[in-house]
């Protein structure tokens, strides 16, 4: 029998269910994901270092944990909350049951809240610190004043790799286990109302011979897979190592991933960045890369309210004004009004709430963007960004 737990906001209220996962008390920030799917992808994104993760989804669990679907070596997320956890995971893929992946990796968990009420909680509120407790004398007085006071300090650290690596990139498309000229999908084209099929098939190897050097700040396997299997050899370097060091690699170009936190608390990174922006590489940033490179070229960025997670974020192209659907987990954001147009331009804009999504720097090869570049089906093909960096850097050599 599932023990009793309470979820006890910073603005005091107070949430009951039944634990899941590990027993321990927890103190952290709480924010809620809108995805229906990619439950393993999000309790093992280091960019939910240092939070507690409300899922909308009423349930979550009923396709079990297949550790090939995971997004780095373990969870980051510090604890999980759900309206109901399947028992039983269905797939033939599944490792282990979510409960079961829970417990291995002593994170802590709740089922039986309404997650509905607390995410319109938290929509209006704001993103808040909370606590998870199984002791039911719990002094309400205490707890809050303890959640008010709770920071979550500099995340990247704790989530960057500690030593560099390579990852060597595939040599042929059959080693990416597809032959050339193979069908990945059917994109949609309108003309006059009518739905057009056409074929659209994997590129050659357009990264085959190039360097990036990826700064990794609490990175994503799916990123070193998306440029590794373009033929990338993919040299990874933990956060804090100096410019001149990744320079000194040689890379063709640079990506700097994303990662937790506020960007501001990563002032070294930040100094470092600005030497990597000097140096005519060309560069790509991703969330918290996208505003570390703003801040680091005199931008600004500040919290959201309640920020963007999930895969269903829609995002405009300025350049020609198609709207992408992306998946999305930052609780900062670039502002638009601090940057220079002499330096850079916006790129991106979310079509929701107007804010930005990403930006071009004028007179570098350099673009970032806050959402994830490879996860978005219809940027497949023509409107990939890890290709579009990637032509980039073979034009620049041209």
């Avoid at 027993?23 to 809620?32: C, M, Q, Y």
């Avoid at 606590?131 to 039911?136: E, G, H, K, V």
């Avoid at 074929?199 to 011979?209: C, D, T």
């Avoid at 990744?246 to 991933?257: A, D, F, K, T, W």
Wanted: net charge negative; aromatic share 8%.
């Amino acid at each position: 029998m599932n023990r009793e737990a309470f979820l006890i906001l910073e603005n005091g209220q107070v949430f009951k269910g039944k634990r899941i996962g590990s027993d321990k008390e927890v103190v952290s920030e709480i924010v809620f994901n809108t995805s229906m799917t990619g439950y393993p992808q999000v309790l093992s994104s280091p960019a939910y270092a240092g939070q507690t993760v409300v899922m909308t989804y009423p349930l979550i669990g009923n396709f079990g944990i297949c550790y090939d679907d995971m997004e780095s070596e373990k969870p980051w997320l510090d604890a999980l909350i759900i309206r109901e956890a399947s028992k039983e995971p269905s797939n033939f893929r599944s490792d282990i049951s979510l409960i079961d992946f829970l417990n291995k990796y002593d994170v802590p968990g709740i089922e039986g809240i309404d997650t509905r009420a607390l995410s319109k909680t938290l929509r209006d509120n704001g993103v808040m610190n909370c606590m998870i407790t199984s002791d039911p004398n719990f002094n309400i007085t205490t707890v809050t004043e303890k959640l008010k006071e709770h920071k979550t300090g500099n995340l990247v650290e704790k989530v960057t790799c500690r030593e560099r690596y390579i990852v060597p990139g595939v040599k042929s498309l059959e080693e990416n286990g597809v032959m050339s000229g193979y069908v990945v999908f059917d994109s949609a084209r309108y003309d006059d109302g009518q739905r057009e099929k056409e074929p659209s098939y994997i590129k050659e190897l357009n990264g085959a011979g190039l360097k990036i050097a990826l700064l990794d700040l609490g990175d994503i396997y799916n990123i070193i897979r998306s440029l590794a299997s373009r033929g990338c050899d993919v040299e990874v370097f933990p956060a804090q190592t100096e410019a001149r060091e990744i320079l000194s690699s040689h890379p063709n170009g640079i990506v700097i991933s994303n990662g937790p936190g506020d960007p501001k608390e990563c002032q070294g990174i930040i100094n470092e960045i600005k030497k990597l922006y000097d140096a005519n590489v060309p560069i790509f940033g991703i969330s918290l890369g996208h505003q570390l490179m703003a801040l680091a070229t005199g931008g600004d960025t500040r919290k959201m309210v309640h920020g963007h997670r999930g895969d269903n974020h829609p995002v405009k192209d300025l350049s020609n004004g198609r709207v992408y659907i992306t998946a999305q987990n930052h609780g900062y954001v670039v502002d638009t009004e601090s940057l220079d147009n002499d330096i850079s331009v916006p790129y991106f804009v979310n079509v929701n709430d107007g804010s930005n999504e990403g930006i071009q720097y004028i007179h570098k090869n350099i673009f970032t963007v806050q959402f994830q570049p490879e996860s978005c089906c219809a940027m497949q093909g023509e409107g990939c960004m890890i290709d579009k960096f990637l032509d980039r850097i073979t034009s620049s050599k041209n």
